[in-house]
């Protein structure tokens, strides 16, 4: 019988915690249980968790913001406001472009990356770099890059180029039958045998023939 992720146990140790992928929610629960800080991003508090079991030293949170004191939330912008180094994307930001661009406008990562990559570059530049993205949609050969903290993009992605017959529900039911079994560093890979989950009452089993299940 397959093992299944356990609940959050703060007496667990960091070796069998570290079997596992543990979504946002349980990291968080288990900050609480472990009286340790549960703000950061999702490897920031994996590693936070980890090290509070294992009895190690906190690692210290990543230093946050830049030099810049520009008040991005605040500022009335322009066309011509220059991008610091400290530049974030709250209401103020986005309702400039969504009045700049429109209603499509969408504060996508690719979008967000080249912003604080682009110190010094004017939110004109921005707006310009952002249909440059938006254009690029078009191109059949476009695949936005998935951020390595995002798993379950990457194994939808992956189930998906393996398999082109899956549908996206059915990657997805892979995906939620996976992420409840051991794997270890906390990632979850995807595998033919997942495909096993499709086979439930509860889901439309796909077609195993090898002319289904190719590699795209």
């Not at 604080?116 to 254009?135: K, M, S, V």
């Not at 992420?179 to 086979?199: M, R, S």
């Amino acid at each position: 019988m397959t093992e299944t992720r356990p609940p959050v146990d703060i007496t667990m140790t960091a070796i069998e915690f570290d079997r596992w992928y543990w979504p946002v929610e349980a990291l968080k629960e288990f900050c609480g249980g472990l009286d340790i800080a549960a703000t950061g991003t999702k490897a920031i508090l994996r590693d936070r968790v980890a090290a509070a079991l294992s009895g190690a030293p906190l690692p210290k949170a990543p230093r946050r913001g830049g030099t810049s004191s520009f008040n991005w939330a605040k500022t009335k912008l322009t066309p011509d406001t220059v991008i610091t180094d400290n530049i974030s994307f709250g209401p103020n930001v986005r309702g400039y472009f969504k009045a700049a661009i429109g209603s499509k406008f969408s504060c996508h990562g690719d979008f967000m990356d080249w912003m604080r990559a682009n110190a010094g570059a004017t939110l004109a530049d921005a707006e310009q770099a952002w249909r440059t993205f938006e254009a690029r949609k078009d191109d059949p050969s476009f695949r936005r890059e998935i951020a390595t903290c995002n798993n379950y993009l990457q194994y939808v992605r992956n189930a998906r180029d393996t398999h082109p017959d899956l549908t996206l529900d059915q990657a997805k039911a892979c995906w939620d039958a996976k992420k409840i079994q051991p794997a270890p560093g906390g990632y979850v890979h995807f595998e033919t045998g997942d495909l096993t989950a499709l086979n439930s009452e509860d889901t439309e089993p796909v077609d195993e023939r090898p002319s289904a299940l190719t590699s795209g």
